[in-house]
Structure formats: structure tokens, C-alpha cells
């Protein structure tokens, strides 16, 4: 929660500091987002540290996203923070190793966030070229793997990433494609048998919307 403050005093105080005659518009944006997760095995261990699951990506379903934005504009430079709430959801093959044989299945997780990013760049005609650090609040997840013996999720109440991207403007409405990175790792919220996992690798998003300015 403190972090969450933190981030958000950051874009309060980014929005305060626009001089009195940049041009300000609030606006609606909505679109898809695609998640990267690089391949990899997880092994988990039971409390007899054998081999109780493997564990890995089988894929990441299209995410949905949609909420407000605030566009401050003076001369060619922007600042555009927004509130988006984000849907997304990862399917895993499991293997299941009991009795000297496997079991393989497709389970699934949905994750619902609220990401705050703060985008600021250069206005150039209709074209816009941004980029800034973007933070996610954590608010729900369901999830099948709960049917996994010693599973448990220890979601972090706030992780942090960034994004950088190309937007268009033709009159009140508007194109965005982003990448976003992040600095925590795949599957981070794992913990089997008292035991965190985690991948390696670090996921990453590619993100479309549409928006419109009143």
C-alpha cells in the first residue's frame, strides 16, 4: 500500500507541475494486450524434496484493458497519466509425477490488475512518441492450479514495469500500440509446499488501444 501511495503522489505531482496554460483533456481508451512468457520447466519439490509437478507455459490468452486517461499538452511535449483496469490469463501444462507415471493437464490462471502508467514525450502533428514507468496493483485472481496439493498465491500488493510506444491522433480520437516491460519475473506469486517459485525470465506485454478525448 505505501508503494501504491508512493505512485501515486508521483503522477499527482506530475500533473500539478503542468504550467496553467497547457492544454488539458480527459479520456476513455480500451483495446487488447498479448503477454510474453519465455519457455521453461518449473520443477516443484514436495516436503520430501521429490518431484511432485513440472510446470510451464502453454500459452497466454489475449487480455482485455479499458479506463481513463488525462492528457496535458504544451508545445510539443505531453504528459498522460492513466487508470487502467487489466484482465488477462495464462494457461500452464502440468505434469504430474505419482505412482511412476504422468499425468498431463492444461490449467488456468485470470489476473485482474489496475495499471497506473505515467507516459510523457513529444507531440509531433498527429503522431505521439511516449514512454514511463508504469506500476500494477494487484486486485483478483482465479485460478485452477488451487486443485495442485501445496499450492498457494502470494501476489505482491504493487509490481512496476514500463512502457514505451507510438500513439495517433485523428481529431478527438486515438491509436496506441506499447511494449511494456517488467522488473519482476514470471510467476513470481507461485509457492508450492511452502516453497516460492518463480521463472527466470521477465514477462512482457504488447498492447493496442483506442481512445477517445472529450
Not at 489476473?111 to 509531433?124: E, S
Not at 500488493?157 to 512502457?163: F, V
Amino acid at each position: 500500500m505505501k508503494n501504491y501511495l508512493l505512485f501515486l503522489g508521483i503522477w499527482i505531482l506530475g500533473l500539478s507541475a503542468q504550467p496553467l496554460q497547457a492544454q488539458l483533456s480527459l479520456g476513455i481508451k480500451g483495446g487488447l494486450n498479448t503477454t510474453s512468457i519465455a519457455p521453461e520447466e518449473l520443477e516443484i519439490l514436495n516436503f520430501d524434496d521429490a518431484k511432485e509437478f513440472g510446470i510451464s507455459v502453454k500459452d497466454a490468452d489475449y487480455g482485455m484493458h479499458f479506463g481513463l486517461f488525462i492528457q496535458g499538452q504544451m508545445g510539443k511535449f505531453i504528459f498522460r497519466p492513466e487508470f487502467i483496469f487489466n484482465s488477462n490469463k495464462v494457461n500452464y501444462n502440468v505434469k504430474e509425477f505419482a505412482l511412476n507415471t504422468i499425468t498431463e493437464t492444461v490449467k488456468s490462471e485470470t489476473y485482474q490488475y489496475l495499471d497506473i502508467p505515467v507516459m510523457m514525450g513529444a507531440k509531433l502533428g498527429a503522431l505521439r512518441l511516449m514512454g514511463g514507468p508504469v506500476g500494477h496493483v494487484f486486485i483478483h485472481s482465479k485460478s485452477e492450479l488451487t486443485d495442485l496439493a501445496g499450492y498457494k498465491q502470494k501476489f505482491n500488493d504493487m509490481t512496476y514495469g514500463y512502457q514505451v510506444g507510438l500513439g495517433l491522433d485523428a481529431g478527438r480520437l486515438s491509436i496506441d500500440g506499447r511494449y511494456e516491460g517488467n522488473f519482476n519475473h514470471a510467476a513470481d506469486h507461485f509457492s508450492f509446499f511452502n516453497h516460492d517459485y518463480q521463472f527466470s525470465t521477465n514477462p512482457s506485454r504488447i498492447i493496442v488501444s483506442l481512445g477517445f478525448r472529450f
